[in-house]
């Protein structure tokens, strides 16, 4: 009954593979109403009138609405709260469910038509006129902040969100920088990236006015938070009169955490016409208002010594917030970016100061990595570019300023100079193993006799270090988290044996309905087959955080393991009293409790149905066999890795063909192996991508202008080669399953690697090009390489 470090099959693929997944649109209500959303077709304008009445008239039409109809709601908040440097509140002006006054984005939602199917309530939007007074935009965020731009919020002077610093006096870095032998500076863009989930966003909005209940079915990946935020800061709807379900995602990748507008706006519907109400986007709603990631404006500085040593890191970045703040926003580029610019290096003295600007853009927030791949881009092209500039080997380098191991355990945790404590850390190991799989000797001589070929070939590096499972809530809370941030797990074993799990880590894709239930069949010694796992309703889990960070194994597991503990325990006094011994004397292992150094043992099972029939039961004792369990992690984990990419350029066309990519991950203990390497190909992917082919484009006006696939550039399995993966093992210390996650693993520490690549080609074929704008299309390089 050994199931952890196995690579089972995911159970949930049966139903994604046969066609049976459930997901928010193939819900089917009695008396269900479609929803169509007005949106603004400008990036900002004042809303002179809007004319609904031909929408009204139209057959089908149930009703219409517009943001003056919505009183006394004042819109969508964030979740987290990032203050100025010198003590100012951050500027949190509320997204509105529907816009009264100026639209401040290209997909601001200015009127809902519902009607008695979709197709219906998408005829009766066109004959919505709305007047609108255009006026200017500005997108990009450090212009944004120059003296006389156009302003997105009357209270947001210069645009500006908050301001924020982190680390070392800023005096003492610059000394550090004007002193060192050689500073290596790199201005570069960390572009906008659309999510783009197989599953488009979806709400269905259920008013029951016999119970004076509401239930609200959306496709998310925190449904407890969105409960939250719905009740206690939106609507105002007693807290247990609203049930919040999510069946299958179909993908998320950050963009399903937040709590959106329309969801808001489905509930508030419901009640109001008093029938179901179903929305879903269309991929052109999904291109303009899922929320995006990265988008940054970044000026970073790294000084070294004579002998290659690092004395300082300085970084001023400008982060893209957008028109409104998402969920998250303000973490991501402040509390989970500058804590991250330590890296795997003794960086002595680091300085991080951050300006995030509102623009007319759709809102910014977590996308796959949430900060840490923004840090380890900067991080990692600075060293492989310092490497360039001082003739030095860039594995060699790094190996120079590596952290030296510890294990949180004998050593301590390594103090970081940006706020983290690191749990573990073993950092040359994984790029020795990298180095190994790649031939590093064998292909310097090879990039040397290619290029006397007319082959430009080039190897980029990136090892870097993330941060999973989000720290202890009250941590968070001082840093500006509105919610805690632990999870909670119940394990309820039936009479018969067989165990319900309900957990608050929502799945959308990761394969918790496997991995969770190895480990609960691990614990119990029980067959997987008698192990059921409930996620994604509140009405059924008490309570949950949901799933983002790469936390659902480390926290959700960790809560998960604590209430098997318990199970464990009574269980053991329920058996001592049928064995007639001591519990210090019962060993438990393949599913039953035996009499130390005796035959005599009593099942799981037997146990199970004595704790439901307690005919023959300890007089002290409840009967029963359920538990619950709340974990509130005692720190992030650290998993880091060595990513290694191989790129070959045409000099005709500046084509950049990917050939090889070398993976070496450390994520702690691995539950499922399979299931691993699967989040790591995955998360490759989406980095790579970032590096070679995606990219959100907003003209001057604020106009999406790539809003579709036939535009945006998303990865293809022709654009990949296959990954060539292995793991070193540094387990967690302050966690039970000793796991660190490995969900964001791959697209962190994929994209500068692509990025040094080609910069490594071009350098050692005479071009001394220090950077070139993300996505490295054919005609970047080739302009690189002839300018």
């Known amino acids: 009954m050994s199931f952890i470090g196995k690579s089972v099959k995911r159970i949930e693929d049966k139903r994604f593979l046969t066609g049976k997944g459930k997901y928010t649109d193939d819900i089917k209500l009695v008396g269900m109403t479609h929803a169509h959303i007005v949106r603004s077709p400008y990036a900002h304008a004042k809303v002179l009138s809007i004319d609904t009445a031909a929408a009204k008239a139209h057959d089908g039409v149930v009703a219409v609405f517009v943001g003056s109809d919505i009183e006394g709601i004042v819109g969508v908040p964030t979740g987290w709260q990032v203050n100025f440097k010198n003590g100012d509140t951050m500027k949190e002006p509320a997204h509105p469910l529907l816009v009264r006054d100026n639209v401040r984005h290209v997909g601001d939602a200015v009127a809902v038509v519902i009607a008695e199917t979709k197709e219906i309530a998408r005829d009766a939007a066109d004959l919505v006129e709305v007047d609108y007074d255009v006026m200017d935009a500005v997108t990009d965020p450090k212009k944004a902040t120059a003296p006389g731009a156009p302003q997105v919020h009357p209270d947001a002077p210069n645009n500006i969100c908050f301001d924020w610093e982190l680390g070392n006096p800023v005096e003492e870095v610059d000394a550090a920088l004007a002193s060192a032998h050689h500073v290596t500076t790199l201005e570069f863009i960390n572009q906008r990236m659309i999510p783009n989930a197989m599953e488009p966003r979806s709400a269905i909005g259920h008013y029951d006015d016999a119970l004076d209940k509401y239930t609200l079915y959306t496709s998310t990946q925190n449904p407890h938070l969105i409960r939250l935020l719905l009740c206690a800061f939106v609507l105002g709807i007693p807290e247990h009169k609203v049930r919040i379900v999510s069946h299958d995602v179909g993908g998320g990748f950050g963009s399903k955490i937040f709590h959106y507008t329309e969801e808001a706006l489905m509930v508030w519907v419901s009640k109001q016409i008093n029938r179901p109400v179903k929305w879903t986007s269309d991929r052109s709603e999904a291109f303009m208002t899922d929320a995006h990631g990265r988008d940054h404006v970044t000026t970073a500085n790294m000084g070294f010594d004579k002998d290659g040593k690092i004395v300082a890191l300085k970084s001023d970045t400008f982060a893209n917030m957008g028109a409104y703040l998402a969920t998250f926003a303000p973490a991501v580029p402040t509390y989970l970016h500058g804590t991250l610019l330590q890296g795997l290096y003794t960086t002595p003295l680091i300085n991080v100061n951050v300006v995030a600007a509102f623009t007319h853009t759709n809102s910014v927030d977590a996308y796959r990595g949430a900060g840490r791949p923004e840090a380890t881009y900067l991080l990692e092209r600075l060293i492989d570019l310092g490497a360039l500039e001082m003739d030095m080997d860039p594995a060699e380098l790094r190996k120079k300023n590596f952290i030296p191991a510890f294990d949180g355990i004998e050593q301590p945790g ?61 941590v968070v809370g001082a840093l500006g988290a509105r919610a805690g941030l632990f999870e909670s797990a119940q394990v309820r074993v039936q009479p018969t044996g067989k165990v319900s799990v309900y957990t608050g880590s929502h799945s959308h894709g990761q394969g918790h309905e496997t991995t969770f239930v190895q480990v609960v069949a691990d614990k119990l010694g029980i067959p997987m087959e008698d192990v059921d796992l409930i996620h994604g309703d509140s009405d059924a889990v008490a309570f949950g955080m949901g799933t983002y960070g790469s936390r659902s194994l480390a926290v959700g597991g960790s809560a998960i393991v604590k209430s098997i503990e318990k199970v464990l325990e009574k269980g053991a006094k329920i058996a ?33 149905l004595t704790a439901y029939v307690p005919h023959d039961y300890p007089a002290d004792l409840e009967p029963g066999l359920d538990f ?8 992030f984990t650290y998993p880091f890795g060595c990513h290694i990419a191989i790129v070959e350029i045409d000099k005709e066309t500046g084509k950049v063909k990917l050939k090889r990519f070398i993976a070496v991950d450390d994520v702690g203990n691995v539950i499922n192996p399979m299931i691993v390497d699967g989040q790591i190909h995955g998360g490759l992917a989406q980095g790579i991508g970032q590096a070679l082919l995606e990219g959100a484009i907003y003209d001057e006006g604020g106009q999406l202008i790539n809003g579709s696939y036939m535009d945006y550039t998303m990865p293809r399995a022709d654009d990949l080669p296959s990954f060539e993966i292995d793991r070193t093992v540094t387990p967690c210390p302050h966690n039970p399953l000793g796991v660190k996650g490995a969900g964001e693993a791959g697209c962190i520490g994929s994209t500068p690697a692509v990025v040094n690549a080609v910069i490594d080609a071009l350098w050692k074929a005479g071009h001394k090009v220090k950077d070139i704008q993300m996505p490295m299309t054919s005609e970047r390089v080739w302009n690189a390489m002839n300018n």
């Open 414 to 474: 390594y103090q970081t100079q940006v706020a983290l404590q690191y749990d573990s850390g073993d950092y040359q190991p994984v790029l020795d193993k990298a180095l190994e799989m790649v031939g590093y000797e064998d292909f310097r001589a090879e990039q040397k006799k290619s290029l006397e070929n007319g082959k430009l070939l080039g190897i980029g590096f990136s090892t870097y270090v993330e941060a999973c499972g989000i720290a202890p809530s009250a």
């Open 628 to 635: 619950s369990s709340f974990y509130d992690p005692a720190n």
């Open 576 to 608: 001592a009293h049928k064995l007639e011994a001591s519990v210090d004397d019962l060993d438990y292992a393949e599913g039953k409790w035996t009499v130390k150094g005796t035959d005599r043992s009593i099942a799981f099972g037997d146990v199970s």
